[in-house]
T-cell receptor
């Protein structure tokens, strides 16, 4: 099993540009989570999906952020336009059967917005 | 309201000595509790979890944690630290019931292990 796959691993962009982060969950997992990690705020849940449907997006900071899951094996998190305060490490995680169960995390995408 | 408090932001131990990382939780429902570890520039890896079975939970790499409901604690311990244990550790609560489906992460404890 390859685990949760995220791309790119590092992204450097300029303020105002669109950024798209990608995630492939573990095969057979029906829950997918997007998190953001910063020094100031720690780990924050942004949004999670169940069977490709967004269940709770209350953690999405503002309208500049959007997430989609077009199928069971792919999800994107988009920031448009990006701002320097969006600089963080973004993690994708997945699990099976229940959001209470262990979540398997990807290696993260380190985003730097200049 | 559900919350997790990790009582130490940094812990430093010598190799071969015991490790204690402290965690207190607050939950309106019977919780599931987890400890995750994050090595530098890596994702989070599950160390162990408590889900209302045995109160003493054994995890990977020699770590264990004890669920104490009366103290609302879930401290992580290891008898003998290894250099490879240096990492950041997160205590996590998942309140069961009430339709609340989020994991709540503590602020993290950075463990340093000295030779």
């Amino acid at each position: 099993d390859a685990g949760v796959i995220q791309s790119p691993r590092h992204e450097v962009t300029e303020m105002g540009q669109e950024v798209t982060l990608r995630c492939k969950p573990i095969s057979g997992h029906d829950y997918l989570f997007w998190y953001r990690q910063t020094m100031m705020r720690g780990l924050e849940l942004l949004i999670y999906f169940n069977n490709n449907v967004p269940i709770d997006d209350s953690g999405m900071p503002e309208d500049r952020f959007s997430a989609k899951m077009p199928n069971a094996s792919f999800s994107t998190l988009k920031i448009q336009p990006s701002e320097p305060r969006d600089s963080a490490v973004y993690f994708c995680a997945s699990n099976r059967g229940s959001s209470y169960n262990e979540q398997f995390f990807g290696p993260g995408t380190r985003l730097t917005v200049l | 309201a559900q919350s997790v408090t990790q009582l130490d932001s940094h812990v430093s131990v010598s190799e071969g000595t015991p490790v204690l990382l402290r965690c207190n939780y607050s939950s309106s429902y019977s919780p599931s509790l987890f400890w995750y570890v994050q090595h530098p520039n890596k994702g989070l890896q599950l160390l162990l979890k408590y889900t209302s079975a045995a109160t003493l939970v054994k995890g990977i790499n020699g770590f264990e944690a004890e669920f104490k409901k009366s103290e609302t604690s879930f401290h992580l311990t290891k008898p003998s630290a290894h250099m490879s244990d240096a990492a950041e550790y997160f205590c996590v609560v998942s309140p069961q019931g009430g339709g609340y489906n989020k994991l709540i992460f503590g602020a993290g404890t950075r463990l340093a292990v000295h030779p």
